[in-house]
């Protein structure tokens, strides 16, 4: 049985506490709870758990005395006195949503049945991260909403080419995914950090990836999936936005997927060292971004952001224009869309080095136009690698200018700077339009009136967002 079918059957087992009305979202963190327990059993590192509150204690009591014990378990490995930090965060502030006891049981038995022999020879970390994948798969979990597909992860990661004594940073971290990847990638790279010293390969684990993510639950998930990846980097639990983010600073490496959306009720972010002032989320994140990077010439990131960032005009332009100041914004790619689950979401990735300057290093942006005459994506037709290989061609090219690619075109920073420095470009013709309506608009008021209409209709966009948001508590954003 392979970690695919292993999955499988443990999503399968969320029709056993539909009764119980569980949400998807609380099966997973029901699941957490349970399966690292499981894990450290297999992985022989149950020394971090206390003696009476592992997997064999768990697995020997049924019915109410296995409800009862299960939830003084859940208290007693989140108390502030347990001396692994990471066993903490999993299990501080835990309860139970399974008010059967027989489901409990159910769910137990069947996770101790499965076979770990082969899930442990294709490593438990990947299996938990089948897991959330899986989740975010499943629209009516709510945790899809802005699952970054794995396929684009691993592009964004291998075009920035993170490097070993890096610092590694995602200011939205979601559950680390990214940070996993660079960790990979790494790792594929020096055999599993054999190849490194005592201390460089200390520091990989460590210290090499950070990261912050503001939803508790999501937290508590991204922390297991760090330690079943054997990584020890900072993770912390809050709002990068407000005075606890202000820790992430001299990143060599920045690689992230922003929430989108506005902060509830307008107001702006709590970061004092914010130089422009919004309520737009990823308005926000992109200059805390760009700031954090160190400025000797290593500092890079690559950010998925939503067409608003790339017209929003006032505040918008200037930090468009402080950005492409202090970096060289090299390329963007404009997304397809469809590829997030929430509908109409237009998404682009930009990947932009920061310079050793402060003025001035954007001479030139490619833009790949990945979303025009492009097949509808969504669940039963997703993106993959393959759909990326001429993006990726076009971006490690030599020269450029030398890409034979309709969809891969040059823009001057003066060309930039004509249109307000919007970065709404780079779209080639729809070939589903009229040739008239593929012309031109031939005035600048025209062309003024339909970034407004984009614009508003962005901003409805974000309204339904936040009224989901306030539907659901607290939208997942992975």
């Given amino acids: 049985m392979n970690n695919t079918e292993i999955v499988a059957r443990l999503w399968n087992l969320a029709s056993v506490l539909r009764d119980d009305g569980i949400t998807y979202h609380e099966y997973v963190t029901e699941l957490t709870y349970l399966l690292f327990l499981k894990m450290m059993k297999e992985q022989d590192a149950e020394s971090i758990i206390p003696e009476g509150k592992r997997w064999s204690d768990l697995v020997s009591k049924e019915g109410i005395e296995l409800q009862t014990f299960y939830r003084q378990l859940l208290l007693d490995l989140g108390d502030k006195e347990i001396e692994?930090?990471?066993?903490?965060?999993?299990?501080?502030?835990?309860?139970?949503?399974?008010?059967?006891?027989?489901?409990?049981?159910?769910?137990?038995?069947?996770?101790?049945?499965?076979?770990?022999?082969?899930?442990?020879?294709?490593?438990?970390?990947?299996?938990?991260?089948?897991?959330?994948?899986?989740?975010?798969?499943?629209?009516?979990?709510?945790?899809?909403?802005?699952?970054?597909?794995?396929?684009?992860?691993?592009?964004?990661?291998?075009?920035?080419?993170?490097?070993?004594?890096?610092?590694?940073?995602?200011?939205?971290?979601?559950?680390?995914?990214?940070?996993?990847?660079?960790?990979?990638?790494?790792?594929?790279?020096?055999?599993?950090?054999?190849?490194?010293?005592?201390?460089?390969?200390?520091?990989?684990?460590?210290?090499?990836?950070?990261?912050?993510?503001?939803?508790?639950?999501?937290?508590?998930?991204?922390?297991?999936?760090?330690?079943l990846h054997d990584m020890e980097g900072r993770l912390e639990h809050g709002d990068t936005l407000s005075s606890n983010g202000k820790w992430m600073k001299n990143f060599n490496v920045v690689l992230t997927n922003p929430p989108f959306g506005t902060k509830r009720g307008g107001e702006r972010a709590t970061r004092?060292?914010?130089?422009?002032?919004?309520?737009n989320k990823q308005l926000n994140f992109l200059q805390l971004i760009y700031n954090s990077l160190?400025?000797?010439?290593?500092?890079?990131?690559?950010?998925?952001?939503?067409?608003?960032?790339?017209?929003?005009?006032?505040?918008?332009?200037?930090?468009?224009?402080?950005?492409?100041?202090?970096?060289?914004?090299?390329?963007?790619?404009?997304?397809?869309?469809?590829?997030?689950?929430?509908?109409?979401?237009?998404?682009?990735?930009?990947?932009?080095?920061?310079?050793?300057?402060?003025q001035n290093n954007t001479k030139e942006t490619w833009v790949y136009d990945l979303r025009t005459n492009m097949a509808s994506f969504g669940k039963r037709n997703q993106l993959t690698m393959a759909h990326l290989e001429d993006f990726k061609k076009a971006y490690v090219a030599d020269d450029r200018s030398k890409i034979n690619d309709e969809r891969w075109n040059k823009f001057t920073r003066e060309d930039i700077a004509k249109k307000d420095d919007s970065l709404d470009i780079g779209l080639i013709a729809d070939e589903s339009l009229s040739a008239y309506d593929n012309l031109p608009d031939p005035i600048d008021s025209a062309e003024e009136a339909i970034a407004k209409l984009q614009q508003a209709m962005e901003l409805l966009n974000e309204v339904v967002v936040e009224l989901r948001e306030v539907e659901q508590d607290e939208v997942v954003e992975l």
């Fill in 84 to 227: 692994n930090e990471g066993l903490r965060l999993i299990y501080s502030g835990a309860s139970t949503s399974i008010d059967e006891p027989k489901n409990l049981e159910k769910i137990i038995k069947s996770i101790d049945s499965l076979d770990w022999y082969s899930a442990k020879e294709e490593g438990l970390g990947n299996l938990y991260e089948g897991l959330l994948e899986k989740n975010a798969s499943e629209k009516k979990s709510g945790a899809g909403q802005y699952f970054t597909p794995r396929v684009l992860i691993d592009v964004m990661v291998q075009l920035i080419d993170p490097k070993v004594g890096e610092r590694c940073n995602d200011p939205a971290a979601g559950t680390f995914g990214f940070m996993i990847a660079a960790d990979h990638y790494l790792k594929q790279q020096t055999d599993n950090y054999y190849d490194l010293s005592p201390e460089e390969a200390e520091f990989q684990k460590k210290e090499a990836f950070t990261g912050m993510e503001l939803v508790k639950d999501t937290h508590r998930l991204a922390i297991m999936n760090a330690l």
């Fill in 272 to 279: 004092d060292d914010l130089t422009f002032q919004t309520a």
């Fill in 294 to 358: 160190v400025t000797d010439g290593t500092g890079r990131a690559a950010v998925i952001l939503p067409d608003n960032v790339l017209f929003e005009s006032g505040i918008g332009a200037q930090i468009r224009r402080d950005l492409m100041n202090k970096c060289n914004l090299h390329t963007i790619l404009r997304l397809p869309t469809g590829i997030f689950y929430a509908q109409g979401v237009k998404t682009n990735v930009l990947f932009f080095n920061r310079g050793t300057t402060e």
